[in-house]
């Protein structure tokens, strides 16, 4: 094994110690870290758009159970830990953005019901995750504490699918939550037909497991290079999924992608590109870059039309 290799399985294994969380777990699949052009992440107050801050507050981070505390200086709060992210990836370049914001979360998910919410299959594998994390709502930056009329439990598993083979891709997951939510408007979505090619995108989520990030500049993508060497078999397997340029992180799994000229949602985002790269001439992991005009990407997202028990 080259030095190079050993020095990025080093990188690999310390970032999976740092973070046992589902964007870093899942490292071995092509995760979902990758820039096209410009960064168009945006803090969510400083979005152009209210409708699009207005869908916002339909959009939920998952966080494991164990790290939400009664605060008791307000029982009606959770404390949770304030790790910023460069010390969760000590790796990670110093030139990034938001390294000093904190992360605490692994997926994200969204509202379609009052008591419905939507995310990626591998964000929902089993019973056991629907128990041991809470969906929570409004974690945006400066957040300190959680309100516990923000945060919800996963109730039951509704429908849940997460599978990547020659076949077939389907990776979503339907959730019950533990009551009613209350305030928040649930997303209307596509029932039939397929987005069009070029249609611009806007996607909001929690990337890295950061406080909650509305990105647009994006549109729906054709095939790539990988997919046009076998045509006929990617436009079958793109039956459930179209592909985007889409600015988008690991935590970002689960997160709605809009059409951007409707406001509904089109589908969910479940996988992408490679993530970060090691920069050997500032020794520390940065975020790989693609040209917005880049014919090749990535990013996929599962369309809302093909995940069952949504209506």
Known sequence: MSSLSAKC??????????????WARSIDLPATDLIYGVDNRYEVEDYADLDFIQKA???????????????????????????????????????????????????????????????????????????????VFDFHEGVKTFSKSNVY????????????????????AVILLDRNVEGRTP???????????????VVIGH???????ITDGARVTKMNDIELETRIHSWLLRQNYFTANLDSYGGNSGSPVFNKDTGTVEGIL???????????????LESRHFSDSSKNSYEKVMRITRVPNIN
């Not at 399985?9 to 589902?22: D, E, H, Y």
């Not at 790269?277 to 520390?284: I, L």
Request: aromatic share 8%; with cysteine.
């Open 9 to 22: 399985l080093l990188i690999v294994a310390s970032i999976i110690a740092a973070n046992q969380s589902i």
């Open 57 to 135: 507050r339909s959009v939920a981070i998952r966080i494991s159970s164990r790290k939400l505390t009664e605060n008791r200086e307000d029982p009606a709060s959770y404390n949770f830990p304030a790790r910023k992210l460069k010390q969760l990836i000590p790796q990670i370049c110093l030139t990034e953005r938001f390294v000093d914001e904190v992360s605490v979360g692994d997926c994200s998910g969204f509202l379609i019901a009052p008591n419905k919410l939507v995310t990626a299959g591998h964000c929902m594998i089993g019973p056991n995750e629907c128990a041991s994390n809470k969906w």
């Open 153 to 172: 439990s996963c109730k039951s598993i509704i429908a849940q699918k997460y599978s990547y083979t020659a076949k077939e891709v389907n990776d979503y």
């Open 187 to 201: 997303l209307s979505f596509r029932k039939f037909g397929v987005v069009d090619h070029e249609t611009p995108l």
């Open 207 to 213: 990337p890295m497991g950061l406080s909650q990030k």
């Open 270 to 284: 479940i996988q992408g590109a490679d993530d970060f790269f090691y920069n050997e001439e500032k020794h520390c």
